[in-house]
């Protein structure tokens, strides 16, 4: 099996393993009842969305400062 079909099927596997968010969302709707399990995923979403704000701002704020570094040691 060559490496990339290695990768692939770890991925896969990783992907699949539920996570905290998930044990968080059972754990709350179990113990509240839907609207509980609801909002709890809507907390999660919200929290994924923040951090994923984070991470392209902060990954355009090193681009862009890479660049304009870059540009001027060219010069």
């Known amino acids: 099996m060559s490496s990339y079909w290695q990768f692939l099927v770890f991925a896969t596997v990783l992907v699949l393993i539920p996570g ?8 709350n709707t179990l113990t509240g009842g839907a609207p509980r399990g609801a909002w709890a995923a809507v907390g999660v979403t919200a929290s994924n969305v923040v951090q994923g ?5 902060g990954l355009g704020g090193l681009l862009l400062t890479f660049s304009t570094r870059l540009a001027l040691e060219r010069a």
């Open 53 to 57: 704000l984070l991470a392209v701002a």
């Open 20 to 27: 905290a968010d998930f044990t968080v969302v059972v754990k």
